[in-house]
Each structure stands twice: as structure tokens, then as C-alpha cells.
């Protein structure tokens, strides 16, 4: 039954166009060179330190690897990470 749901949201998001991360509430990394991460429905920060930052999304955890990482600042939808970014790891 699950499977049949899944089957009418994709068709439905495809017929009326509609972006991914709106209808199935993905998260929506914007990277700007290695400096700057904005990050879109995002549930939470689990992690915060200068060498790394774990950040909890719907669908899986994502772990934030560089130097001097901070937070510049963050809301309810969207969060803003500055410093030297290394890696991007995607974690189950």
C-alpha cells in the first residue's frame, strides 16, 4: 500500500512540476567553493565543533568535515556553515 502512495506523490509532483525538495521535503545543500554551505530543510545539529559538523535531515544524517567550521547562523528551515570545508559525507 505504501508503495501504491509513493506512486501517485511522484506523479502528482511530476505533473504539476513541482521542485523536489518542496514536495518530499529533501534537503537542499547550496555550496559555495569551499567556504560557504547553506543548508534547507535541515531537522537538526547533532553534532558542532570547529573540525566538524553533524546535521540530522529527513532521510539521513550528513557530516560536515573541514577547518575553522561555524555556524554563521541558522532558523527553523535553513542554517549557514562558513570555514574551510573539506568533505561532504552522507551517513545512514
Known amino acids: ?7 501517485w506523490k511522484d506523479s502528482v509532483v511530476k ?3 513541482l521542485p523536489a525538495d518542496l514536495a518530499y521535503g529533501s534537503v537542499l545543500l547550496s555550496v559555495t567553493g569551499r567556504n560557504e554551505i547553506l543548508i534547507e530543510n535541515y ?3 547533532l553534532e558542532y565543533r570547529d573540525d566538524h559538523i ?3 535531515t529527513k532521510d539521513c544524517r550528513i557530516l ?3 577547518k575553522r ?3 554563521e547562523y541558522y ?3 535553513e542554517m549557514k556553515i562558513k570555514g574551510f570545508l ?3 559525507i552522507y551517513e545512514n
Not at 1 to 7: I, P
Open 86 to 88: 573539506e568533505q561532504i
Open 43 to 45: 531537522k537538526g545539529i
Open 1 to 7: 500500500m505504501k508503495k501504491r502512495a509513493t506512486l
Open 69 to 71: 567550521l561555524q555556524i
Open 75 to 77: 532558523t527553523n528551515e
Open 64 to 66: 560536515f568535515v573541514g
Open 15 to 17: 505533473a504539476f512540476e
Open 54 to 56: 553533524r546535521v540530522q
